[in-house]
């Protein structure tokens, strides 16, 4: 079968190579276009070997034809669409096979961790190859998350899944891992406002220091924007509190406020602070806003941290971070996500303290990540 398979396979890749030599001699140098648009007219070749060799092809049943699939290059893909009608709708019905093509590009990238989410939401895997080879086409400076991976984001930090009983977190966790080890991916199940355990809470720490441009200033505003308005359509119920840091604290609303109109305005008129980082502080004083509100009477409810920074900081800060994102988790059970955004990211750093959520009471809780980060904005130019 195996025999078969490589035997049909290699048919298929001289076919489609023969197709993309007529349709564009000089190669196919705009992926994302021909993806986007869902292939090119239909321009059968002359020659009757690869007439021939199409008529052997079409033959094949459509599970035959998606395994032969399976391994192609983006540009094999984007021929064998152009080939005749059936192919193309074979092609663009196949998700492994752009599947495959989005990992094999980036699954070792940002944000690989909701890929598969971001292709729902995008409508399959081939509009999500479009959305992401888009910025590479136009040669952007920087790397972004794309529409849809900004929405996939935000319903991991909404909590929007499966929902399991609230855990009670003992004391005297065993430390993470020392620094330099590689970073750990952490998972739980997302929770819902339906189990009657109260409103989701979410802390926002905003690095304002001088390390952070006016334009990553922006772009951290424009995503808590994002995260205000989503909450307002999905969880109304929701609270909310800002805190902007330096090496200072600036509580931009000192308190958890229902979401609405009071937490846009207080991110639209955020100043930028200036100064040094030290992570730590707000980090701190974000578990001590979840602490106190469920000593004022706010007890349960799903609670997020999230930290937007650029990681710029030294090593003995980012492991008091880390230790103080486990506290949280081991007291209030609040989820943490950092979300990297600068010209030279410390993205190992950040995943380190999104690592600080590692607890094994949790270990059993599947499958959403809880402790987790994501490129929010970065220099393109650094790897």
């Known amino acids: ?21 007529e349709l564009n001699p000089d190669g196919m140098e705009d992926e994302a276009v021909v993806v986007a648009d869902g292939g090119l007219p239909h321009s059968a070749p002359d020659s009757m070997e690869t ?57 070792k990238a940002y944000n690989n961790e909701i890929l598969d989410a971001s292709a729902v939401i995008a409508g399959g895997w081939k509009k999500l190859f479009a959305e992401k080879y888009e910025p590479e086409r136009r040669q952007a400076a920087f790397v972004s998350p794309t529409r849809s991976e900004v ?12 929902t399991l009983p609230r855990v009670k977190f003992a004391p005297g966790t065993p430390p993470s891992p020392p620094y330099g080890t590689s970073p750990v991916s952490v998972s739980i199940p997302m929770s819902t406002e339906e189990d009657g355990r109260g409103p989701l809470s979410i802390v926002c720490c905003v690095d304002g220091s001088s390390s952070v441009t006016e334009e990553d200033f922006w772009a951290m505003k424009d995503f808590l924007r994002s995260l205000v308005c989503s909450l307002c359509e999905t969880h109304p119920t929701a609270l909310f509190s800002l805190l902007q840091f330096n090496q200072t604290v600036k509580r931009e609303l000192p308190a958890l406020i229902p979401v609405g109109p009071a937490a846009k305005v207080a991110v639209q008129t955020m100043k930028q602070l200036m100064g040094s980082t030290d992570i730590e502080k707000p980090l701190a004083t974000a578990a001590s806003i979840l602490a106190s509100a469920e000593e ?50 410390d993205e190992d750093g950040l995943r380190r303290v999104a690592a600080g959520t590692l607890l094994p009471a949790r270990s059993h809780l599947q499958p959403m990540q809880q402790g987790a980060y994501f490129t929010l904005r970065r220099h393109r130019a650094r790897r």
């Open 151 to 162: 929405t996939a984001i935000l319903n991991v930090i909404k909590g929007q899944g499966p």
């Open 1 to 21: 079968m195996q025999r078969v398979l490589r035997s049909v396979s290699d048919l298929v890749t001289g076919l489609v190579e023969d197709t993309a030599r």
């Open 296 to 345: 004022n009477g706010s007890q349960g409810g799903d609670k997020v941290i999230l930290l937007l920074s650029d990681g710029q900081t030294h090593m003995e800060e980012l492991a008091k971070s880390e230790a103080q994102v486990r506290k949280a988790a081991e007291t209030t059970g609040a989820r943490f996500y950092a979300l990297g955004v600068g010209r030279d990211v």
């Open 51 to 107: 007439n021939q060799m199409q008529a052997m092809l079409l033959s094949l049943p459509d599970e035959l034809l998606s395994c032969c699939c399976e391994g192609m290059e983006v540009s094999s893909l984007i021929a064998m669409e152009s080939t005749c009608r059936r192919l193309r709708e074979q092609v663009s019905t196949d998700s492994l096979a752009w599947r495959q093509a989005v990992r094999t590009k980036w699954g």
